[in-house]
C-alpha cells in the first residue's frame, strides 16, 4: 500500500455545495506569508529609496515646488541636457548643473558674479 499525498477529504456539505454550484472561496490564497515587519532597517530603507526616487521624478518632471512661498518648476533642456528652474510666469532663475538622488546643484549670474544654489530635494514642497 502507498500512502498518497495532498488527499482532500469533502464533508457532506462541500459536496452538496459543489453539487448545487455553489463555490467556496479560500482565504489562504491571500496570505502572502509572514507578516511585514515594518520597524525592521531594511523596511525602512526601501521606504526611504522609494521616497528619494518619487521626490526625483517628480523635479524631473517639472512639477512645480514652493521655496519661501515662491512658486518654481524645472524645465528640461533639449536633447537630455540639463535645464534650468523656471518660476511661475516661465522666467528664467537659474540654471542647473547638476541632479542628483537628493541634490540640485544650479547657479545664477548676479551683478556679475556666480551665486551657486543648492536645492534639497527632501525638503522642498511640491506644489499638487
Given at each position: 500500500?502507498?500512502?498518497?499525498?495532498?488527499?482532500?477529504?469533502?464533508?457532506?456539505?462541500?459536496?452538496?455545495?459543489?453539487?448545487?454550484?455553489?463555490?467556496?472561496?479560500?482565504?489562504?490564497?491571500?496570505?502572502?506569508?509572514?507578516?511585514?515587519?515594518?520597524?525592521?532597517?531594511?523596511?525602512?530603507?526601501?521606504?526611504?529609496?522609494?521616497?528619494?526616487?518619487?521626490?526625483?521624478?517628480?523635479?524631473?518632471?517639472?512639477?512645480?515646488?514652493?521655496?519661501?512661498?515662491?512658486?518654481?518648476?524645472?524645465?528640461?533642456?533639449?536633447?537630455?541636457?540639463?535645464?534650468?528652474?523656471?518660476?511661475?510666469?516661465?522666467?528664467?532663475?537659474?540654471?542647473?548643473?547638476?541632479?542628483?538622488?537628493t541634490k540640485v546643484k544650479c547657479y545664477s549670474f548676479t551683478?556679475?558674479?556666480?551665486?551657486?544654489?543648492?536645492?534639497?530635494?527632501?525638503?522642498?514642497?511640491?506644489?499638487?
Amino acid at each position: 500500500m502507498s500512502k498518497l499525498k495532498n488527499v482532500v477529504v469533502l464533508d457532506e456539505k462541500m459536496l452538496k455545495a459543489i453539487a448545487n454550484g455553489e463555490k467556496k472561496f479560500d482565504n489562504r490564497v491571500n496570505n502572502t506569508g509572514r507578516p511585514v515587519n515594518k520597524q525592521s532597517a531594511r523596511y525602512k530603507r526601501l521606504a526611504k529609496q522609494a521616497f528619494y526616487a518619487d521626490v526625483n521624478s517628480k523635479f524631473q518632471k517639472g512639477n512645480q515646488f514652493k521655496i519661501n512661498n515662491s512658486t518654481y518648476a524645472y524645465s528640461a533642456g533639449k536633447d537630455g541636457s540639463l535645464g534650468c528652474i523656471v518660476d511661475g510666469l516661465g522666467l528664467h532663475q537659474c540654471n542647473v548643473d547638476y541632479i542628483g538622488r537628493t541634490k540640485v546643484k544650479c547657479y545664477s549670474f548676479t551683478l556679475g558674479k556666480k551665486v551657486n544654489i543648492e536645492l534639497n530635494l527632501k525638503t522642498l514642497k511640491f506644489v499638487s
